[in-house]
C-alpha cells in the first residue's frame, strides 16, 4: 500500500509538473521564447534566460527542446545553447528549493486561485491558473508523498535495501538515472529522494544520478533532428554525466558538509542538487567553446540533398484522392519549411549585418515559386471521383500554397531589400528599435510554427490562438511604430537614419503575419466565429 501510494503521490507530482508547464507556455510561452531568443548575445544573458525560463516552464528538458529549436533555426550559436543549458540546471535546482520550502499550506490557496481564474476568457489569465494549479497539486503531492513515505522509513525491508545502495554507490547512481529518465524530471526524481531518510552520502549520490538521468530525454527527442541540434542535447549530457562521474567520490564528504549547514530548511537532496548545478556551471562555462569544438568532431554536419523534384507528389495516387491529398498536404508543409529557412537566413543578415545568408534566400525564393506551381498543377490533375469534401480540401490546400507563395515574394522583394539597404548604408538601429525588430521576427517564426500545425490539425482551439496573435502582432506593430515616431521627435540620429527601413520591415512582417493566420479562416468560419465586416453597425 506504501508503493501505491507513493506511486500516486509521484503521478499527482508529474501530473502537477506538465500543468505548470503547460500553463506558462499559454500565459507566457511567447515572452519566454522570445526572451530566449533575444537573451544570448552574452554569456551572462544566455545562463539567465535558461534559468529564468526553466523557473517559468518549471521543466529543463522543456528548456533544453526550446532552445534546441532555436539552434535549429540557426537562431542561437552552439556555445552560447550551452550556457543557456546551465543555466536551465540550475532552475531547475532553485525549483526544487522553492517547491520544497515548506509552504505545502498555501497549496489549497493556489488550486482556488488557479481555477478562478481558469474560468476566465482570456489567454494570458487562463494559463496563469492552470500554472498555479500545477503548483497547487506539486505542493499537495509532497505532502502525500511525504506520509506516504512515512511508513517505509521504519520498516526493517527498506532499510537493508537502503543499506545495499549504501554499499554500492555506482548501482545508486543508475537506480536514480533510471528513476529520472522514467519520470522525464530530474526535478520529481530529487524531490523522492528528499521524501526518503537516506545517508547523506547516499542521498548526494542518488542526486547525481538524477542530474544524469534528467539530462536524457532530451537526448532521445531529438535523436532526427539536426546534427546542431542533437549537439546541444549530448552535450548536455556529457556535461552532467562527467560532473557527475567526477563528484561520485567526493559524495560522503559533501553528504556531511552539507548535512551540517543549519541555514537551509529545503533538505538535504535539494541542497545538493543546487550546489552541483551551480559548481558544474561555474566550472564548464569557461570551456563552453572547447565543448562546443569537441562536440561538432562527435556529431558532424551531415550534407542535405538539394532536390528540386517535389517529394510527396506521387503520380500514382491521383486516382486515390484521400492519398493524393495527403501527400499535398504534405508538399505544401514543406513549402513551409523552405519560407521558415528563408525567414531565418533574412534575420541572420539583419543581426549580423552580413549580406551572405540572403544570397539564398533567392534561391530558396525560386524553389517556393516552383514547389507551389508543382503542387497546384499536381492537384488540377486530381481523379474526377473526389468528393465534395475533398474539393474543399484541396481549396483550402491550393489556398495555403499560394499564401505561402505570397509571403516568399515579401521577404525575398521586400525583407531582404530593406536588409540589404541596412547592410549597404552600414545603418545602425537604437536599442530600442533594434529589440522591437528582432521580437517581430521571433514572433513570425512562432506564427508560422503554429500555422503549420493548424493547416494539418484543423484545431478550432489553435485557429482561434492563431487569430488572437494576428491581433498581438498588429498591437505590437503600432505600438513599435508609435515608439519609433517617439524617438524620431526627440531627435535620435540613429531613429532618423534607419526610419525608412524600420517602418518597412515592421509593414513586410505584418503582412507575412496576414498570409500565415489566413489558413485559421476557414476553420472558424465553418464554425460560425467569423463575422463578414470588422465595420461597427451603425
Not at 195 to 222: F, W
Not at 290 to 302: A, E, F, N, S
Not at 338 to 352: A, C, H, N, P, S
Not at 490 to 505: A, K, M, N, W, Y
Amino acid at each position: 500500500m506504501a508503493f501505491i501510494q507513493i506511486g500516486g503521490a509521484v503521478a499527482l507530482l508529474l501530473f502537477g509538473l506538465k500543468l505548470v508547464q503547460d500553463g506558462a507556455t499559454k500565459a507566457f510561452g511567447l515572452r519566454l521564447k522570445t526572451a530566449i531568443g533575444l537573451g544570448t548575445k552574452t554569456g551572462l544573458r544566455a545562463f539567465f534566460s535558461g534559468l529564468v525560463a526553466t523557473l517559468g516552464l518549471q521543466s529543463s528538458t522543456a528548456t533544453a527542446l526550446l532552445t534546441a529549436s532555436f539552434i535549429d533555426r540557426g537562431m542561437i550559436r552552439g556555445r552560447m545553447a550551452q550556457i543557456v543549458l546551465l543555466g536551465a540546471n540550475v532552475g531547475t535546482a532553485l525549483t526544487a528549493v522553492i517547491v520544497s520550502a515548506g509552504i505545502e499550506a498555501i497549496s489549497p490557496l493556489l488550486l482556488l486561485l488557479g481555477y478562478g481564474l481558469g474560468r476566465r476568457q482570456a489567454t494570458v489569465w487562463v494559463g496563469t491558473g492552470k500554472a498555479l494549479t500545477g503548483i497547487g497539486l506539486m505542493l499537495l503531492s509532497l505532502s502525500l508523498l511525504g506520509a506516504a513515505t512515512d511508513p517505509l522509513r521504519e520498516a526493517p525491508a527498506m532499510a537493508s535495501f537502503i543499506g545495499l545502495l549504501d554499499q554500492a554507490w555506482p548501482v545508486a547512481l543508475v537506480f536514480a538515472a533510471v528513476l529520472a529518465v522514467l519520470c522525464s524530471s530530474s526535478l520529481a526524481a530529487v524531490l523522492l529522494v528528499l521524501s526518503l531518510d537516506l545517508p547523506p552520502g547516499l542521498a548526494v549520490v542518488m542526486v547525481l544520478g538524477a542530474n544524469i538521468g534528467g539530462a536524457v530525454p532530451p537526448v532521445l527527442a531529438t535523436l532526427t533532428s539536426r546534427a546542431a541540434t542533437r549537439r546541444l542535447t549530448v552535450g548536455n549530457l556529457i556535461v552532467r554525466s562527467a560532473g557527475a562521474l567526477l563528484a561520485l567520490p567526493f559524495a560522503g564528504l559533501a553528504g556531511q558538509a552539507l548535512a551540517a549547514q543549519d541555514i537551509w530548511t529545503s533538505g538535504l537532496a535539494v541542497q545538493a542538487h543546487l550546489a552541483f548545478n551551480l559548481v558544474l556551471a561555474m566550472l564548464v562555462w569557461p570551456l563552453a567553446r572547447v565543448l562546443t569544438r569537441i562536440l561538432r568532431h562527435m556529431v558532424p554536419d551531415q550534407e542535405e540533398a538539394g532536390e528540386n523534384a517535389p517529394q510527396w507528389l506521387d503520380e500514382t495516387a491521383l486516382e486515390t484522392p484521400p492519398l493524393a491529398l495527403a501527400g499535398a498536404s504534405r508538399q505544401a508543409l514543406a513549402i513551409g519549411d523552405v519560407i521558415e529557412r528563408m525567414l531565418e537566413q533574412t534575420r541572420v543578415g539583419f543581426r549580423k549585418n552580413d549580406a551572405a545568408p540572403l544570397a539564398e534566400v533567392a534561391k530558396l525564393e525560386e524553389r517556393v515559386d516552383l514547389r507551389q506551381q508543382q503542387v497546384k498543377t499536381y492537384l488540377s490533375r486530381l481523379g474526377r471521383g473526389a468528393s465534395e469534401t475533398e474539393r474543399r480540401h484541396t481549396i483550402t490546400i491550393l489556398d495555403y500554397v499560394i499564401n505561402l507563395e505570397h509571403v516568399g515574394d515579401i521577404i525575398d522583394r521586400g525583407l531582404a531589400v530593406q536588409v540589404r539597404k541596412k547592410i549597404g548604408l552600414q545603418l545602425h538601429f537604437s536599442d530600442e528599435g533594434y529589440k522591437e525588430l528582432d521580437t517581430m521576427f521571433l514572433q513570425t517564426f512562432e506564427v508560422l510554427k503554429l500555422a503549420q500545425t493548424v493547416f494539418m490539425t484543423r484545431d478550432r482551439d489553435l485557429a482561434r490562438r492563431l487569430m488572437e496573435l494576428k491581433v498581438e502582432i498588429r498591437n505590437q506593430e503600432r505600438q513599435s511604430s508609435q515608439r519609433h515616431l517617439i524617438r524620431l521627435r526627440e531627435g535620435l540620429e540613429e531613429t532618423r537614419e534607419t526610419s525608412s527601413v524600420h517602418l518597412d520591415i515592421l509593414r513586410d512582417l505584418k503582412r507575412i503575419n496576414a498570409h500565415f493566420v489566413s489558413v485559421a479562416h476557414p476553420i472558424l468560419d465553418e464554425e460560425g466565429l467569423l463575422i463578414e465586416s470588422r465595420l461597427r453597425g451603425g
